[in-house]
């Protein structure tokens, strides 16, 4: 059974950073990171898979930054100038496999999933 154990949210003012960890007990080919807030549906957020491939949604690009750690099996996200909106639930993801690049946006794709860590922006 793998394991994803993460870290990092708090709460923070707008324009304020937080740094999302998350560390998996095996090797992942792609790790994401969705968030949710209560009544509406999860939303993928960012994703980087094992060889580097890594893109972000139009709504955190620019201000989020994704990282990995390999020999760690840790994924990082690294989030600048947080506003209001970015308030939820952040939830870390992973697969083991290889997953085709246009499917890993999906929150299907990912088999595995981490308690969640609240990240609440206020303004």
């Known amino acids: 059974q793998v394991q994803l154990v993460e870290s990092g949210g708090g709460s923070v003012q707008t324009g304020g950073s937080l740094r999302l960890s998350c560390v998996a007990s095996?090797?992942?080919?792609?790790m994401a990171w969705f968030r949710q807030v209560p009544g509406k549906d999860r939303e993928w957020v960012a994703l980087m898979t094992k060889p580097g491939g890594v893109t972000y949604a139009d709504s955190v690009k620019g201000r989020f930054t994704a990282s990995r750690d390999n020999a760690a099996h840790a994924f990082y996200l690294q989030m600048n100038n947080l506003q209001p909106d970015d308030t939820a639930m952040y939830y870390c993801?992973?697969?083991?496999?290889?997953?085709?690049?246009?499917?890993?946006?999906?929150?299907?794709?990912?088999?595995?999933w981490g308690q969640g860590t609240q990240v609440t922006v206020s303004s």
């Open positions: 095996v090797d992942c080919y792609s």
């Open positions: 993801a992973a697969r083991q496999n290889f997953g085709a690049w246009g499917t890993l946006r999906e929150d299907n794709a990912y088999n595995y």
